[in-house]
């Protein structure tokens, strides 16, 4: 079918990442030319879009990537000029909240400044007219929350140097809105994950940790703060709005989010229950931990009755912490449409059967002899 979007052109940051190659698939799908910076790294980083590569020899490519950093501004205004996007969806960052506390500079430098970086390319190059700009704001900006569930009239009070990078990147979008009338939006997206979230997240350290325990190639999952509240949703779900916000009239924020709260010992639960395993909580604080009551299935071979497979390590603990986040989606839901169509636990679900997947080849090749990459402490 001919769409009227087939002549428009996408520059993605951070194609590489979770987002980003959902982004990339759905953007295609729609028949966008889609251009993506990716970084140079010592061994390959493009797993999660290596399925939608296409051969730069090919004909007319609909795919291509470009070496760039956030943190190289003339590299970055000359991509800008070679493509001259009509959308450019600043997604790339260095994402993990806990790693900001100990690379603080190099997350300004990357999050916030690098955010500036992309917008004054767009105005030296004369571009604010074509191309709209949309900026991957963050729920963090939240953090020590003055307003339950959180909207986008909500103050912000950021807990990191995460949150505080992203809060210049944030006001800085909105500030080229406002003098240069760059169609500039914040996505204020909460927590969403999918079997492609990185393996350092709280959701897929968990099903991953946890599919790993059930086929004996690891034995016990270290957590860190088990009564933090999320609003989890997919990401499937948040990079179709994503787009939807740079198809609107006038540019806007808009809070994503599910408008449902859940714990990290509730996604342990779940997660659990998926590998068929009965988990029951002892003790509290550090010292609270998960025991195994009764294996249901035979999609966990290697767990018994009795086993502790989740226990406390402080490390894992935030020097300020962010308790609990709730969005309220109203705003995307009247004035767009959008709803989310996959639950917290479906996506739970999808992602164990993932990760028990990889753990089962793991453990076969194991059986048989071969070495398997699981080390890393995460
Ligand atoms: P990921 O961590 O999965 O992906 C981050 C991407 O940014 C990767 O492609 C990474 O490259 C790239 N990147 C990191 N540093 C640089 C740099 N210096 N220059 C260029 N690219 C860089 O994050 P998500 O996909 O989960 O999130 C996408 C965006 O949305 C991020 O900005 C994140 O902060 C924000 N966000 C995410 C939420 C979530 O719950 N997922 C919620 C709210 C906001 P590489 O692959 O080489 O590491
Ligand atoms: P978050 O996500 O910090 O909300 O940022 P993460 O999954 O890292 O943590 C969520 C909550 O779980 C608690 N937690 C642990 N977290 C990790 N990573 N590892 C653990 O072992 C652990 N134990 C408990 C955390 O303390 C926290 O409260 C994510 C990122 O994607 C950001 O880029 C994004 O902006 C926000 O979501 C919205």
Known sequence: MESDLVNKRALITGITGQDGSYLAEFLLEKGYE???????????????IDHIYQDPHEFNPRLTLHYGDLADTSNLTRILREVEPDEVYNLGAQSHVAVSF??????????A????RLLEAIRFLGLEKKTRFYQASTSELYGLVQETPQRETTPFYPRSPYAAAKLYAYWITVNYREAYGLYACNGILFNHESPRRGET?????ITRGLANIAHGLESCLYMGNIDALRDWGHAKDYVR????MLQ???PEDYVIATGLQHSVRDFIRWTADELGVTLRFEGSGAEECGVVEAVVSDRSPAVKPGDVIVRIDPRYFRPAEVETLLGDPSKAREKLGWTPQITAREMCAEMVAED???ARRHAFLRENGFKTPLSMDI
């Open 201 to 205: 997240f709280v959701t897929r350290k």
């Open 241 to 244: 709005m994503q787009w939807m």
């Open 102 to 111: 100990e690379v603080p500079e190099y997350t300004a430098d990357v999050d």
């Open 113 to 116: 400044i690098g955010t500036l």
């Open 356 to 358: 028990l997947g990889t």
């Open 248 to 250: 609107q009239e006038q």
């Open 34 to 48: 889609v251009h993506g910076i990716k970084r140079r790294a010592s061994l390959f980083n493009t797993q999660r």
